[in-house]
T-cell receptor, first 114, second 110 residues
Framework: DVKVTQSSRYLVKRTGEKVFLECVQDMDHENMFWYRQDPGLGLRLIYFSYDVKMKEKGDIPEGYSVSREKKERFSLILESASTNQTSMYLC?????????????FGPGTRLLVL | DAKTTQPNSMESNEEEPVHLPCNHSTISGTDYIHWYRQLPSQGPEYVIHGLTSNVNNRMASLAIAEDRKSSTLILHRATLRDAAVYYCILRYSGNTPLVFGKGTRLSVIA
């Protein structure tokens, strides 16, 4: 079974802290994604990556950065956490394109910024 | 990305078939129709996808209209575990991300 794991299920941080959310996939997928999910707003794409050391901005990249030094690991960084970044963060990885495509999600990290 | 339209919510009785509709009148010839679902307190999970022909797998069936302007996800026998938000997403085959809409919240009644 494909596994996408996220470093924490729940996280509490203070305003201004630097926060690292880690995501690891074990199936050698090239594509990885970070979304956030908020009530009434659905899933919104923050950043994605098609290969090691490559990154692309999604719809809401402000206040976030990412790192992909190894193929299996995609990190989301909140440079200076703010209360409006309290959210559920979901990582995903994807294999294949077209007919063979499947995207796999991690269980999510629920982040509370106080 | 082309847009999809889904009902906000639907209700089904347990062990009955469920037909979840999706309209996508602006679909292009290269857009695949993807379905994902999100169970409570979990990340989304892949259900099924197709291009033109109807598709079946162990979870569900996908019926695609001949003009491809609509599709229907069919759960053959709903269980309580199928209560989730179901997302219909169009995606061009290539390196573009999945873009999620609001989906349909399916409730299953015992």
């Amino acid at each position: 079974d494909v596994k996408v794991t996220q470093s924490s299920r729940y996280l509490v941080k203070r305003t201004g802290e630097k926060v690292f959310l880690e995501c690891v996939q074990d199936m050698d997928h090239e594509n990885m994604f970070w979304y956030r999910q908020d009530p009434g707003l659905g899933l919104r794409l923050i950043y994605f990556s098609y290969d090691v050391k490559m990154k692309e901005k999604g719809d809401i990249p402000e206040g976030y950065s990412v790192s992909r030094e190894k193929k299996e690991r995609f990190s989301l960084i909140l440079e200076s956490a703010s209360t409006n970044q309290t959210s559920m963060y979901l990582c995903a990885s994807r294999i294949g394109t077209g007919r063979q495509e499947t995207q796999y999600f991690g269980p999510g990290t629920r982040l509370l910024v106080l | 990305d082309a847009k999809t339209t889904q009902p906000n919510s639907m209700e089904s009785n347990e062990e009955e078939p469920v037909h979840l509709p999706c309209n996508h009148s602006t679909i292009s010839g290269t857009d695949y129709i993807h379905w994902y679902r999100q169970l409570p307190s979990q990340g989304p999970e892949y259900v099924i996808h197709g291009l033109t022909s109807n598709v079946n797998n162990r979870m569900a069936s996908l019926a695609i209209a001949e003009d491809r302007k609509s599709s229907t996800l069919i759960l053959h026998r709903a269980t309580l575990r199928d209560a989730a938000v179901y997302y219909c997403i169009l995606r061009y085959s290539g390196n573009t991300p999945l873009v999620f809409g609001k989906g349909t919240r399916l409730s299953v009644i015992a």
